[in-house]
């Protein structure tokens, strides 16, 4: 069959956020995800930090630079979206308090502050009194702060503002279609094997875009045993917590040792561990334990709250910890996965400079530290 339009094989954050910024440059797309959207996407128990600031100590500078232009592409990007689907996002640029509950914590402050002031980034110290004035229900006593001008998003309602918009441009959405394979086509482009309830089929396409997060390994390639993409690429386990009750901070906060998300409806979000547990789906006491502790101990109102949700979802996240974003085999395969805890605020630059790419060849200069190509060899995919 004659091959056309792309395929993208995922339907999370990354993988829709890029079906959207070809659609947008006229493409036909067709997003196959092998659940409901959203379903098992980390964007849909993430918290939604878009966080260039408080995370800059942690991160490649590289990744820094493409985080900051994420983070200035968001306000017009969430506009849009919500024009064109009627839904809501919740971006919010209210910033976060970083705070110190002891001296240690001070000193990693002081750590960060460092770091920003090199990268050119604002933030603005708080003695713990005038932290307690912003944000009242703060426990009494705390150290000191960091005001940072990050801001949030809610990721559930980006995915649903995204799914809206996409039908409403015509993209086609394959839920509860597993991608299983994804081999050259006879007459070109590619043949994308499928499997839904039990019953195979082949879709054709001249692009295909590989954004299955944690799961991009899974696909077989026309080389029998071995993925289509042979990433460094692993599921780094995060539980998170959903809250509910009286609102009691405005902006976001966070220690070293957890943070804590408010939204505009009462939904508190406190997250989120870091584990090497494989695809292990199970909340556990301890990960639960570990985070209401250290968030009561910055904001003991929390103890008052309803718990709703214990929430596990998996970071895609490559050896090098940086996303792999580009060309895969010198022809029309491409990635977007690897954006481990960063991938609700990447997906927007995420998705222009691919598209950029896919559809003019253009490959912006932010992309290039982020090729594939550092993982794998030329002749893997054809
Ligand atoms: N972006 C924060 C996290 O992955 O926990």
């Known amino acids: ?10 339907g999370g954050i990354v993988g829709l956020a890029i079906a959207h910024a070809l659609a947008h440059r006229g493409q036909r797309v067709t997003v196959v995800e092998g659940k409901q959207i959203g379903e098992r996407a980390a964007a849909g128990v993430a918290a939604g930090m878009l966080a260039p600031s408080s995370e800059a100590d942690l991160t490649d500078p590289r990744l820094t630079h493409l985080a900051l232009a994420s983070h200035e592409a968001y306000p017009a990007w969430t506009a849009t979206l ?62 000191g702060a960091l005001r940072m001008p990050d801001a949030q998003v809610d990721p559930r309602h980006l995915l649903r503002a995204l799914t809206v918009a996409l039908e409403r441009a015509g993209a086609v959405l394959l839920e509860g279609t597993q991608v299983t394979a994804v081999a050259p086509g006879v007459d070109g482009g590619y043949a994308v094997a499928t499997e839904r ?53 405005r902006h976001v906060v966070r ?41 009561r101990r910055v904001l003991p109102g929390i103890a008052e709250l309803e718990l709703t949700e214990c929430g596990v979802g998996f970071r895609p996240a490559l050896r090098d910890h940086l996303p792999a974003i580009g060309n895969v085999d010198g022809a029309g395969l491409f990635v977007a996965s690897g954006h481990f805890r960063n991938g609700v605020e990447l997906a927007p630059i995420t998705a222009w400079l691919l598209a950029d790419l896919m559809c003019d060849g253009r490959l912006d200069a932010l992309l290039e530290p982020f090729s594939p190509g550092r993982f794998i060899a030329k002749d893997v995919a054809r």
Not at 5 to 10: K, P
Not at 109 to 137: D, K, M, S, V, W
Not at 281 to 289: F, K, L, N, S
């Open 1 to 10: 069959m004659e091959p056309s339009g792309t395929i993208v094989v995922g």
């Open 82 to 143: 919500e024009r064109e689907s009627g839904v809501e996002t919740g971006y919010d640029a209210t910033g976060t308090l970083l705070v110190a509950l002891h001296r240690d914590h001070l000193a990693l402050i002081e750590h960060l502050e460092a770091f920003q002031r090199e990268r050119g980034l604002h933030a603005e110290r708080l003695t713990g009194r005038q932290a307690r004035e912003e944000e009242p229900y703060l426990a009494p006593g705390i150290a």
């Open 197 to 249: 309830e039990g019953v195979a089929s082949t879709l054709h396409a001249t692009q295909v875009v590989v954004a299955a997060g944690a799961w991009s390994r899974q696909i077989a390639s026309p080389i029998a045993g071995l993925p289509l993409l042979p990433l460094p690429l692993r599921p780094v386990k995060g539980q998170i917590l959903r809250l509910r009750g009286e609102r009691l901070v």
């Open 255 to 295: 220690t070293p040792d957890v943070y804590i998300v408010p939204r505009a409806d009462g939904e508190l979000v406190v997250g989120a561990s870091m584990e090497e547990q494989g695809f292990d789906e199970r909340p556990t006491a301890g990960g639960v334990y570990d985070l209401l502790r250290e968030a």
